[in-house]
């Protein structure tokens, strides 16, 4: 048994959970719902914070372990401004059983990420989804025309760190949140960028990340650059971002593009819906016999 089990034994215990939320871009935040703060594991908990949290629904199985926290929106701890930028979104939180009169004696209860996090009458709610939620994601591979990997990834292996691929730029102007105008990247033809990333590198944005939609070069060089969705805070003239090249997941642009066919995660001679659905006529490409040699799409 544990000192906290001992603790627990007693039947007159001094006890309070503690929550620590780390974020992607590596902040922490730590809160207790005891009216004193407390700090371990290099950890500072702040009382009265006005994070509390439902019972944790567990299971024996590789059912998903959850729970919803709930918090009110301040200056001081978690802020709206932060929410709507994305910046717990993925954040990792760890929750503790604790004897605030002798913090050592403490037991981990629950591990896991932020899911949903809902907004209104300056409250959030936030879903909080255990380590097995990563079980429900599917696996393997999907036979596809299209590139199943991810730019950069361990199975696609193109070097990002290229100059080819990756540019860091300063913009020069912006329309909110979603469409950035930049000078002195006419070396990268039209489109390079679409389907790519952009990373705010410095500014109150700083971390944010978002799909490029489209780019454009204009006649002058300069290169306009918008966004899927805005970015939840709006970088402005004289911060820095990173331009990571686009994907479209096709042979042609693996083979053309990235030099990197070899590595290619597709399988681009399947034949299309159409051609399976033909029916075989005499004559014709498909008379019914072997595939090898005709047919759209089809090895020669």
């Given at each position: 048994m544990t000192a906290l089990d001992d603790h627990l034994a007693t039947g007159l215990t001094t006890l309070c959970r503690c929550w620590a939320i780390t974020r992607v871009d590596g902040v922490t935040h730590g809160f207790t719902d005891h009216d004193l703060n407390l700090a371990f594991e290099g950890i500072d908990f702040r009382?009265?914070?006005?994070?509390?949290?439902?019972?944790?629904?567990?299971g024996t199985g590789?059912?998903?372990?959850?729970t919803e926290a709930m918090g009110a929106l301040s200056d001081a701890a978690i802020t709206e401004a932060?929410?709507?930028?994305?910046?717990?979104?993925?954040?990792?939180?760890?929750l503790w059983q604790v004897n605030w009169a002798d913090?050592?004696?403490?037991?981990?209860?629950?591990?896991?990420?932020?899911?949903e996090v809902r907004r209104s009458g300056g409250a959030f709610h936030a879903e909080l989804r255990g380590l097995t939620e990563a079980l429900n994601q599917p696996q393997g591979r999907v036979y596809?025309?299209?590139?199943?990997?991810?730019?950069?990834?361990?199975?696609?292996?193109?070097?990002?760190?290229?100059?080819?691929?990756?540019?860091?730029a300063e913009v020069t102007g912006a329309e909110g949140a979603r469409v950035f105008t930049f000078a002195g990247l006419d070396g990268y033809e039209p489109g390079w960028f679409t389907r790519g990333t952009l990373e705010v590198l410095t500014g109150p944005a700083v971390g944010l990340r978002q799909h490029v939609k489209q780019d454009r070069l204009a006649v002058d060089g300069t290169r306009t650059v918008g966004l899927w969705a805005p970015l939840?805070?709006?970088?402005?003239?004289?911060?820095r971002?990173?331009?990571?090249?686009?994907?479209?997941?096709?042979?042609?642009?693996?083979r053309l593009k990235f030099n990197n066919f070899i590595n290619f995660q597709g399988f681009p001679h399947i034949p299309g819906?159409?051609?399976?659905?033909?029916?075989?006529?005499?004559?014709?490409?498909?008379?019914?016999?072997?595939l090898q040699g005709i047919g759209p799409g089809l090895p020669t």
């Open positions: 009382a009265q914070s006005g994070l509390t949290a439902r019972a944790v629904v567990a590789l059912a998903v372990d959850n932060d929410i709507a930028a994305g910046r717990y979104d993925g954040a990792e939180l760890r913090p050592a004696q403490r037991a981990l209860r629950f591990r896991g990420h932020i899911g596809q025309a299209p590139c199943g990997a991810v730019l950069g990834d361990a199975r696609c292996r193109v070097d990002l760190s290229d100059p080819a691929y990756i540019t860091d939840g805070v709006a970088p402005g003239p004289g911060d971002v990173r331009l990571v090249a686009g994907c479209d997941k096709r042979a042609e642009t693996c819906e159409d051609w399976l659905m033909r029916v075989p006529r005499r004559g014709a490409d498909n008379a019914g016999g072997s």
